[in-house]
């Protein structure tokens, strides 16, 4: 009997070893810092949650050396080391995995990041970029010259590069996205193009990635943000809302539809490129406005004095409105607006029908529907 009760005790005894060994070999990070220069440095781990960084883990520095070793995490993400109470920072990507973060604390954000696998695919896409933006950043600096000089020919036809250059950029990274459904990279960068896609355009990439990276949390924002955009598609009604002026009187948008085209211009005070379009914006409206075309400013400014400061600076003479919440404002999420300037063009019953029109495309449009 006592035997039987023995090998009742080591096999009890053996399971609960197993037990705890699947609990110890249970995925996991671990990160080996090697950063030297740092003695008796704290480093802070930390991600971006609803807007705000957070800290997920720490560790001091021995001689430039440190580890952290965390739980499981449900999938690769964007994440921060950042030495405590300092500016000095690098970014990676963190997944279950022993991850070695080398380099020197006064250039920390050249560190170098191996050993997780993600972070080696975005490397591997900022490597193929450099070429391009190399050349992005020579154009950059050619420009501040040319405006500086007041060369408008220079300024003009380097705009026309950059714009070149912009484009095979884009091209270059949604082919990463094509070509690398199951890189949790991907959801990033997709957020990243998303701004100047279309609904149908950001659905089809969500559509091609595999199921475990389209339920990251980022694509999940995204499946949110294209079922708003469907809303605001050209062929749709534009949804109605109401705003004060400038002199705190209530405006909605359906009191200003019934003119033969209606703009809702989405723009800021603080916004460079707003303000540089426009001049563009007040020449259509002075050519057309007798004609049925009409302008609905929507601003994403915070203060007041500003936005009524670069009302009357660019000559903006039609309606303006705003809830000064800058990017909290309740139209610009109504109409999944992410980027400024944004503009629909309305018929006369309130249908969509453009979207992001600015310069000559805009007088191009306008001209269409209400001739010369």
Known sequence: MKKIKMMKNLFYLAFIAVVFAACSTEPHYVINGKIAGADSVKFLLQKRVDGKMITIDSA??????????????????????????TRLRTQFYLENAEITVAGKIDSLFAAKVTGSKTQDEYNGLIQANKVLNDKYTNLYTQYQVAEQSGDTAKVAQLEKEATAIEGEMTTLQKDFIKNNPSSFVAPAILASLSYEMDGNEIESYIN???T???????????????????????????????????????????SKVGAKLLLVDFWAAWCSPCRRENPNV????????????????????????????????????????S?????????AKLYAVNSIPANFLLDEQGVIIGKNLRGEDLAAKVKEVLGN
């Open 212 to 254: 475990a990276v389209a339920n990251t949390d980022i694509i999940r924002n995204l499946k949110e943000r294209v079922a708003i955009m469907k809303t605001v598609a050209i062929g749709q009604k534009a949804p109605d809302f109401t705003m004060n002026d400038p002199e705190g009187n209530p405006v909605s948008l359906s």
């Open 208 to 210: 091609a990635m595999d």
């Open 323 to 331: 809830d000064l919440q800058y990017w909290n404002n309740s139209a």
């Open 282 to 321: 007040v020449k259509v409206y002075r050519e057309y406005n007798k004609k049925g075309f009409d302008v609905f400013g929507v601003s994403l400014d915070q203060k007041k004095d500003d936005w009524v400061k670069a009302i009357s600076d660019d000559k903006l003479t039609w309606t303006h409105v």
């Open 60 to 85: 001091i520095a021995y001689k430039g050396s440190f580890r952290m070793k965390g739980g499981s995490v449900k999938h690769p993400e964007m994440v921060l080391l950042t030495a405590a109470n």
